[in-house]
């Protein structure tokens, strides 16, 4: 080994390490392995920032402005409207929304069809009465398949395409991921709808029936003694009839600014102090009401105007701005308006205030604040809702309007009318210029984190190939398997790429992915395209824990899904993926 492959190595196994350990987020440790390698002299300086105008960056931040014209022009909407609207028996729910999400995933980012999807699914479960654990990880997953189909339906593809077009001079084109993604998303959909849904665990379990999903899941809130509550002169012990008759627990106190040890059950509670209470948000206003209480930061004038204000729930997904915050850090009360009234964390009791509690990602809070506010700051902190937006009014012509644009622009892509980048690029100043996404929003949709992962990657994983390093890597897999079939090695391949893609990020996984398959193909003298399809399928079903994609970090919190519940469906789901799509790419990709 050569002294800068041995550094490139050192580099990259120090940032899959951190990838792994999550204290810093993706993007800041990709940022810095750039800076790292560029001062090293591994990455010459003319390309130091050669990924962030590269096409698959590009494309990656056109495709998230896309969607979101999608979903403001009501053209989602009319859909999921017509879905909840019928009464399905669980596996045709399961099957329907599962094939919904799939599809919604081939022409939009994958994140964003389960943000649109998820309330609707939740709805669906509060309509039916049973709990949402039992539809959401299929959604989830299915939202994963979905993506495979298209060339834009998820970054690993992007990247796949992107990488083609530099190492064989032309890219994959918009649907040719599909016969192979298509055969995948098909039987993975089948799985899950008739027996992958009964593999999680609880999911057989009938006893949580729900009336309404927000009295479910319990909040720790803080409410505060007014001098007129009549809880004034009583220990706290003595409010659990009044407690217990509005479905809620008063758990503690806080009295100037501290907590008070244990529950405090035989303290006597004074006006100014703060209940520490463990209900529904139904529950919590409810138990408000009778003892005569406020809300942490409630104002005089918000108590004459409490039709204005809005009582709502959010989940928190992987790196929003307040992961690893807490509303105090971000100053939500005081410049935003906005209280942080409860957080849920799968049942755990915290022992901070709920200010100063440090933000997970898969945490659900409960948001109390002027309805005209709320959602803004919300966007603003990167959450997501629970409880179904839809649109008051669609706007159907504004809605088969922006699908034709966007139909328009990817068949004209499809058949080499315009480079794919300059079609959406195209669609976007389209959505632009009719308002159907404001200007002031266009930024705002562009997910950074992944945009400076993949500039900051991409430099990376070409300078690994131009070390030769991939073609170490390669020649280890193409040693282990000699003498093998081709099968065989596609088949190590996507074993090798789907274990990096659980624990890592998949667009990282991709970048360092689509060299090492060109290379494995270039030793065994075959075509290389069979191998990059391995990449992208592999690098894109992340199904064993809920890191390994963002969709399996959002539905934690609604689902009540713990760490090793994931595996119990996704391991024979990866497996089934990868029984399909060896045998799907060397029919529709041969050697």
Known sequence: MTIDQILLFSLFGAVFAMLIWGKWRYDLVAFVALIIALVLGLIPTSLA?????????????????????????????LITRRLTALDLKLSNHIAAMSGLGAIFSAFMNNVAALALLMPVDIQAAVKAKRSPRIT??????????????????????????????????????MFDFAPVGLACAVVGIIFITIVGWRLIPGARDAKSPMVDLRDVEGYLAELVVSEDSPAIGKLVRE?????????????????????????????????????VVDAGPKAIDQ???????????????????ASGMALMEYVVPKYARIEGQSAMSLRLLSSHGVTLLGVSRQGAKFRERVRHLDIRAGDILLLLGPSSRVQDVAQWLGVLPLAERGLSVTQYGRAWLAIGIFGAALVTASFGGLYLAVALAIVVAAYVAL???????????????????????????AALEASGGTALIAKGIVSLTDGLPVMVVLFVLMVVVMTLSDVLNNTATAVIGA??????????????????????????CAFLTPIGHKNNTLIMGPGGYKFGDYWRMGLPLEILVILVAVPSILLFWPL
């Open 136 to 173: 959401l990880m299929p959604l989830a997953f299915a939202t994963i398949l979905g993506g495979l189909v298209t060339l834009i339906g998820t970054p690993p593809n992007i990247i796949i395409a992107s990488y083609r077009e530099q190492a064989l001079g032309e890219p994959f084109g």
């Open 49 to 77: 920032f050669s990924g962030f105008g590269h096409p698959a960056t590009i494309i990656v931040a056109l495709v998230l402005i896309v969607s979101r014209g999608l979903v403001n022009s009501g053209a989602i909407d």
């Open 435 to 461: 308002d159907i996404v404001p200007i002031e929003e266009v930024y705002n949709q562009v997910e950074w984190p992944v945009i400076v992962l993949l500039g900051s990657m991409i430099p990376l994983g």
């Open 239 to 275: 409010l659990d009839e009044a407690a217990e008759d509005s479905d809620a627990a008063v758990i503690g106190l806080v009295r100037n600014h501290k907590r008070l040890a244990g529950q405090a059950r035989n303290v006597e509670i004074r006006a100014g102090d703060i209940l």
């Open 515 to 540: 060299p090492i398959a060109v290379d494995i193909a270039n030793r065994l003298e075959v075509n290389p395209d069979p191998f990059l399809m391995a990449v992208a399928v592999a690098a894109s």
């Open 287 to 305: 138990f408000r009401g009778v003892m005569k209480l406020e809300f942490d930061g409630e104002t005089g004038e918000e108590k004459t105007a």
